[in-house]
């Protein structure tokens, strides 16, 4: 039983930053994967990173690749996702969640969303 919490969502203009928090609690937290995945209305889960906790290695979708750096504190059991020069296009909800078979086989929890609006 794991509670995932995002924060750091806002507006924000074209071409700014923005980081976003991921803060996990629960009885245990021992994750293999973590990540992140956004959504629009109508729109599918389009994934965008993921970290191995234990070794912190990470991926990125092409979508975000370059632009996007995530991070985990696991002694906080934190996630983060930095992002740059942001478009029209990143405007979603952002989603941390736990990979519990790999980024390649989906997300199996994840939290209310945070969201990320971006304007001209």
């Known amino acids: 039983q794991v509670e995932l919490v995002e924060s750091g969502g806002g507006l924000v203009q074209i071409g700014g930053s923005l980081r976003l928090s991921c803060a996990a609690s629960?009885?245990?937290?021992?994750?293999?994967?973590m990540g992140w995945f956004r959504q629009s209305p109508g729109k599918e889960q389009e994934h965008l990173a993921g970290?191995?906790?234990?070794?912190?290695?990470?991926s990125y979708a092409d979508a975000v690749r370059g632009r996007a750096t995530i991070s985990r504190d696991s002694a906080k059991n934190m996630l983060y996702l930095e992002i740059n020069d942001l478009r029209l296009e990143d405007t979603a909800v952002y989603y941390c969640?736990?990979?519990?078979?790999?980024?390649?086989?989906?997300?199996?929890?994840w939290g209310q969303g945070t969201q990320v609006t971006v304007s001209s």
């Open positions: 629960g009885r245990t937290f021992n994750p293999s994967v």
């Open positions: 970290i191995n906790w234990r070794a912190g290695g990470a």
């Open positions: 969640a736990i990979y519990p078979n790999g980024v390649s086989r989906g997300p199996g929890y």
